[in-house]
Structure formats: structure tokens, C-alpha cells
């Protein structure tokens, strides 16, 4: 079946879904966008990811054309139109179409586009066994060149890192941010564990203010494990009993390496094995339904 993409108020067959070459979100990366799950027939979180679009959107001046409740709408129009239970939506906002040249002010109307569709970032084995990190050289911007809560169309930090990553021979890059302290990684929130106690960076360290960040701090309320947002290094990677990775895309996934070497046995941890039980079953059973 041919995936149908919204597009402006649209329903389009993939083929026809398209936008200009003059639009700024393709000439530079003048956008923002969201990646959101659905588990069956429900999307999980929707609430917290159209808000953080809409905030995104107010950060970066562009004024979205649709209500929060219309965009709930079309992305729940599209999902019914893909004929998916479960899959990932993509929602991006582009500037619009303008004249070359930075100025947002010239693009009158921002475009609006839903995709839907199945993504699996890493295999079955690399959640059994946990993925292998390296650090990368590449650097988070700071607060003070990019507010990383942003989620920009222009992603080429991350993507650099993200090969730095793979060409060292690692799944993912643990990336740090100005002053040397660990942000996040190219696509996921990290957390590690010690002694019982879980901790992950501050949203001041350069980490997204992740929707299933947010999750684990809830799970971890709920199953009564201590959970602090701190400042940590390298260092504490090393010496930690766990750590592990949460994303929207990745959901949560254990990491047993990092730069060659192992995080304690190098075997995915007991409390992140509880985490990950516990996020499953609220994926399964809570959600927004897309049916009208
Ligand atoms: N950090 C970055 C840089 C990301 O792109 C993402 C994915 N959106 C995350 C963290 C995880 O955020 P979330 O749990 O909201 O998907």
C-alpha cells in the first residue's frame, strides 16, 4: 500500500507529496520537527510532543497555521490513513517558501507535513545485549549558540556525530557539551546507574528535555528507585553498574560499552531491565486513541 503523507491540510499519496525547492526549511534547515510512537491504534505521549512542537515553534518565530487540536486532528487523520496499528509519526514544520537569503520574514506561510510509518533503529540483538557508545569530538552546542531544546531541521551536529560514532566502530556517540561534561547522545537521553541511584544530565548540560526522559523519571517515582539530575563526566560512565539510552525512536536500550570499554560485566543492568518492563507495558496500555 502507498504511504499517505499530509501535507498543508492534505492528503496526498507519497508521490505527490511535495515542496518547493524556494522552501527555507530545505535551503537552510529553517524547521522544526517532532518524531512521536503509536502502539495499538493509540499515540503515546501526544499531549507532551505537540506541546514541545508548538514550543519549539514559538522559540524560532514561526507561527504554526493550525490550532493544537487541528494538528492533533490531521496527525490522527494520517495514521487512520496509513492503515498502521503500531509505527512513527514525523511531524515537521518548515519556514515556508521565500526568496534566497536568511530573512524568515520574507516566508509567509509555514508548511505543515505528516509522515507515517515503521522505524526500527536497532536490531533485536542490540536490545537483548545493549549497544557500544563512543565518545565524539563533536561537541553539543551551547544554550548560547543553539538552545539545544530546539529541535531543529538542521540535525548536522548530531549526524556528524553520529558518523564519528559509526566510524569508530560504535552504535551510538556519547557527545559533551563546552565544558568537557557528558549532554546527551546524537539521538537519546542517557542515564546510568550506581549503587542504586539513577542519574542523567541536566537540561543546563545540553540535554533535550527528551519525552522519554521524562518517562523514566516517572517509572523510576513509581517503582521507588532514587533518581537525580546531575552533572557527570566520562569518569562516571566508566565507574557505573549501568547506563542506558531513551529515546522516542530507541525507546530504552541498554549501553555496555563505551570508547572499547566495558561498563561493568558489559551486560545490560537489573534496574535498566525494570525501566525497560514498565515503559513497555505503559506503551501498550496508555495512549491517545486515533480513532474518531
Ligand atoms: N536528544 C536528541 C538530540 C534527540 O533528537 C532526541 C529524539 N527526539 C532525544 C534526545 C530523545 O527525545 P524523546 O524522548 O523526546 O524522543
Same mark, same amino acid.
Given at each position: 500500500?502507498? $504511504?499517505?503523507?499530509?501535507?498543508?491540510?492534505?492528503?496526498?499519496?507519497?508521490?505527490?507529496?511535495?515542496?518547493?525547492?524556494?522552501?527555507?526549511?530545505?535551503?537552510?534547515g529553517?524547521?522544526?520537527?517532532?518524531?512521536?510512537?503509536?502502539?495499538?491504534?493509540?499515540?503515546?505521549?501526544?499531549?507532551?510532543?505537540?506541546?514541545?512542537?508548538?514550543?519549539?515553534?514559538?522559540?524560532?518565530?514561526i507561527?504554526?497555521?493550525?490550532?493544537?487540536?487541528?494538528?492533533?486532528?490531521?496527525?490522527?487523520?494520517?495514521? $487512520?490513513?496509513?492503515?498502521?496499528?503500531?509505527?512513527?509519526?514525523?511531524?515537521?514544520?518548515?519556514?515556508?517558501?521565500?526568496?534566497?537569503?536568511?530573512?524568515?520574514?520574507?516566508?509567509?506561510?509555514?508548511?505543515?507535513?505528516?509522515?507515517?510509518?515503521?522505524?526500527?533503529?536497532?536490531?533485536?540483538?542490540?536490545y537483548?545485549?545493549?549497544?557500544?557508545?563512543?565518545?565524539?569530538?563533536?561537541?553539543?552546542?551551547?544554550?548560547?549558540?543553539?538552545?539545544?531544546?530546539?529541535?531543529?531541521?538542521?540535525?548536522?551536529?548530531?549526524?556528524?556525530?553520529?558518523?564519528?560514532?559509526?566510524?569508530?566502530?560504535?552504535?551510538?556517540?556519547?557527545?559533551?557539551?563546552d565544558?568537557?561534561?557528558? %549532554?546527551?547522545?546524537?539521538?537519546?537521553n542517557?542515564?546510568?546507574?550506581?549503587?542504586?541511584?539513577?542519574?542523567?544530565?541536566?537540561?543546563?548540560?545540553? %540535554?533535550?528535555?527528551?519525552?522519554?526522559?521524562?518517562?523514566?523519571?516517572?517509572? %523510576?517515582?513509581?517503582?521507588?528507585?532514587?533518581?537525580?539530575?546531575?552533572?557527570?563526566?566520562?569518569?562516571?560512565?566508566?565507574?557505573?553498574?549501568?547506563?542506558?539510552?531513551?529515546?522516542?525512536?530507541?525507546?530504552?536500550?541498554?549501553?555496555?560499552?563505551l570508547?572499547?570499554?566495558?561498563?561493568?560485566?558489559?551486560?545490560?543492568?537489573?534496574?535498566?531491565?525494570?525501566?525497560?518492563a514498565?515503559?513497555?507495558?505503559l506503551?501498550?496500555?496508555?495512549?491517545?486513541s486515533?480513532?474518531?
Amino acid at each position: 500500500m502507498e $504511504r499517505i503523507i499530509y501535507i498543508d491540510g492534505e492528503l496526498l499519496p507519497e508521490a505527490q507529496a511535495k515542496i518547493s525547492v524556494f522552501d527555507h526549511g530545505l535551503l537552510y534547515g529553517d524547521g522544526i520537527f517532532e518524531g512521536i510512537r503509536f502502539y495499538n491504534g493509540r499515540i503515546f505521549r501526544f499531549e507532551e510532543h505537540i506541546r514541545r512542537l508548538y514550543d519549539c515553534a514559538r522559540s524560532i518565530l514561526i507561527k504554526i497555521p493550525l490550532t493544537m487540536e487541528e494538528m492533533k486532528a490531521a496527525v490522527c487523520a494520517t495514521v $487512520r490513513a496509513n492503515g498502521l496499528s503500531d509505527g512513527y509519526i514525523r511531524l515537521v514544520i518548515t519556514r515556508g517558501i521565500g526568496p534566497m537569503g536568511l530573512n524568515p520574514f520574507k516566508c509567509p506561510t509555514p508548511s505543515v507535513i505528516v509522515i507515517v510509518g515503521k522505524i526500527s533503529l536497532y536490531t533485536e540483538e542490540a536490545y537483548a545485549t545493549g549497544l557500544t557508545m563512543a565518545t565524539v569530538a563533536t561537541r553539543r552546542p551551547s544554550h548560547d549558540i543553539l538552545s539545544p531544546q530546539v529541535k531543529s531541521l538542521n540535525y548536522l551536529n548530531n549526524i556528524m556525530a553520529k558518523v564519528e560514532a559509526m566510524q569508530a566502530g560504535a552504535e551510538e556517540g556519547l557527545m559533551l557539551n563546552d565544558v568537557g561534561l557528558v %549532554a546527551e547522545c546524537t539521538g537519546d537521553n542517557i542515564f546510568i546507574v550506581r549503587d542504586g541511584v539513577i542519574s542523567t544530565p541536566p537540561l543546563t548540560a545540553g %540535554a533535550l528535555d527528551g519525552i522519554t526522559r521524562g518517562m523514566v523519571m516517572e517509572i %523510576a517515582g513509581e517503582l521507588g528507585i532514587p533518581l537525580r539530575e546531575r552533572d557527570f563526566a566520562r569518569h562516571d560512565i566508566f565507574i557505573a553498574d549501568e547506563c542506558f539510552l531513551t529515546g522516542t525512536a530507541a525507546e530504552v536500550i541498554a549501553a555496555v560499552k563505551l570508547d572499547g570499554r566495558e561498563i561493568a560485566d558489559g551486560k545490560p543492568g537489573r534496574v535498566t531491565g525494570r525501566i525497560i518492563a514498565r515503559f513497555r507495558e505503559l506503551t501498550q496500555t496508555t495512549g491517545t486513541s486515533v480513532s474518531v
